[in-house]
Each structure stands twice: as C-alpha cells, then as structure tokens.
C-alpha cells in the first residue's frame, strides 16, 4: 500500500492564505502590518536564494519587508550596531540574520544581539529556555520543527502517547521537535527518543516510532525495515546528490535532492510520508511568517 503524501507546497499554501487574511485584517483595524528585516552577509548563493525567498513570500503575504545587504567584510561591531538599529526600530517586528556568517564574526555574539522579542528565528537562549519551559511561555518556535509539527497535525496524525523517534540533536532541528513534541498540549504530549550518531542500534529505536521525524543530513540513511507499518515519517534531510538539466530550462543544471530517508521503499511501508523536496522544505519560511505575524500580535497584545 502506498503512503498518503504529506505535501508542504500544499499546507504552505493554506497558511499563507490565512496568515494574508490575518494581516488585511490587522491592517484595518490597527493601521500597522508585520515588518521584516533580512541581514545577509556577503554573496553566498545558497543565503541569497533562502532570502530572496524571504522576502518574496513577506511581500505575498503583506508585510513591509527590508533587505539589508552587507559586504562580506563588515567588521562584528558593525554588524552588532546594525541589530541595535532594528532593535529599536518601531516599525520592525522581525530581525533575521541570514546564517552562515563569514568566519571573522562570532555568529553566537550576533544572534544574541537580537531582541528576543524580535528573534523570529528562534534562536536567542532567551527563546530556547521560553520553548523548553512551554505552554504560555514559548514565542517564537524555531521555523523548521514548528513546520514538522504542522504537517503532522494539519495529516491527522495522533502525538498524544504516540513514540515519537528524533534522528539527529542538532539545535535548529533535532533538539527543538524532540522538546515540542513532549510538551503538554494538542499536536504533543508524545514518548519522545532521540538517537543519534553514538546511538548503538539505530534501526531498533527507528521501529518503535509511530512518528519517525529524521534531520541526519545522510542521504538514504533510514532504510525501509526500519520503518514501522502504517507510521508517519517526516524527512527532514535535503542532501545535494547530483546536478540535472532544469525542466523549465534544459541548458540549466539544477540539484537532484534526496532526503535522508529510502523513499521510494518507505512510502509502500509508512502510513504518511513526506516527499523530498516538496515536504519540510516549503514549511520554514511559512512559519518564518507566522512567527513575524505572532511579534506584531504581541506588541499589540492581541497574541
Ligand atoms: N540559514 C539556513 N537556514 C536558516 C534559517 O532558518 N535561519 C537563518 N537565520 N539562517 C539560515
């Protein structure tokens, strides 16, 4: 039997539109829409592609939206007055620093730099210890597992007693959704394991999971016997295995992506899986704006 796809395209889709109808509607009755501002550092190809997508989804969804590039050489002090200046710019409501940053800036020194009130990525220790502690306390969850626990609750999937299994302890992926997941409260309240790269049978873990979440960065590494019959598996990997002409533009070469997970093999033995690319992917910026959205609802005090 073929698993039922969990599409992010599809549930971004969806959010988005409610996230453009929340904005119109805070427009008209407060006057203000979200503000975001993106910091990228230097012309990495890959950073300037996730922005250009950062902001092309903040303009779709109304925000005010600014880019602010910096040469590769800006000094740490600079870059640390720069966030200071949208720390106290009224009409900002998100502060993202495009990550990875050139090697002579201490990237934890920047990110701490940020407002907790404005960091809608997440990543301040002040928004950590706020999603460790749960419930009323959490901001602003980090983009990518606030997007896995999306998809697994917009399939219908049940968390509540549910093992849930983590492939990887990264602090972007690994570690936040094993902490979400075992919160009290709806899409949660699971049995929650970690395993990892010292983890000694990683196949007997991955058996046990009714919900099978893997952010390892090995392509293909889950194979389908170690999938349980009937699970939802969510593949969070996106690993560069090749180039292919473009569909769009034969004399164009573009990735071939492969997750971390066997899928083709998976999907006869899961009961919902998510494809690579197509699945978690679309999911971060979506919930970039949310969390965007969710800083303006605050300082309004309507969140
Ligand atoms: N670089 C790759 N992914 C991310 C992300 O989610 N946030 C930031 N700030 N930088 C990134």
Redesign the pocket.
């Known amino acids: 039997m073929s698993a039922k796809l969990i599409k992010g395209t599809e549930i971004r889709e969806a959010i988005l539109e409610e996230i453009t109808k929340e904005v119109a509607e805070i427009k008209e009755k407060h006057g203000v829409v979200p503000g975001l501002v993106t910091i990228l550092v230097g012309e990495n190809p890959a950073?300037i592609s996730?922005v250009t997508l950062k902001i092309k989804t903040a303009h779709r969804v109304g925000f005010t939206e600014i880019q602010d590039s910096q040469p590769v050489d800006i000094s740490e002090a600079d870059l640390l007055a720069l966030i200071d200046k949208y720390n106290n710019d009224d009409s900002i409501n998100g502060i993202?620093?495009?990550?990875p940053l050139p090697k002579h800036v201490n990237e934890k020194k920047v990110l701490n730099a940020i407002n907790p009130d404005k960091d809608v990525?997440g990543f301040h220790p002040v928004n950590v210890g706020r999603l460790m502690i749960g419930g009323d306390e959490v901001r602003f969850p980090p983009?990518?597992p606030a997007g896995i626990q999306e998809m697994i609750v917009r399939a219908g999937v049940e968390t509540s007693g549910a093992e849930v299994v983590v492939v990887g302890r990264s602090n972007i992926v690994g570690k936040p959704i094993a902490n979400m997941m075992l919160q009290k409260g709806p899409g949660a309240n699971s049995t929650v394991t970690v395993v990892h790269t010292r983890t000694k049978d990683l196949a007997a873990h991955c058996q046990r999971a009714d919900i099978l979440i893997v952010a390892a960065g090995v392509p293909g590494l889950v194979k389908p016997e170690w999938i349980k019959q009937g699970s939802c598996v969510i593949d969070v990997g996106v690993n560069r295995v090749g180039e292919k002409p473009s569909a769009k533009d034969p004399n164009k070469m573009v990735a071939i992506l492969k997750g971390d997970v066997d899928f083709d093999a998976a999907k006869e033995i899961a009961g919902s899986i998510t494809p690579v690319p197509g699945g978690v992917g679309p999911m971060?910026i979506t919930m970039l704006m949310r969390n965007t959205l969710k800083s303006l609802k605050f300082k309004l005090g309507i969140a």
Do not use: A, N, R
Request: glycine letters at 0%; charged letters at 10%.
């Open positions: 950073s996730y993202l620093v495009q990550l990525d983009c990518t971060t």
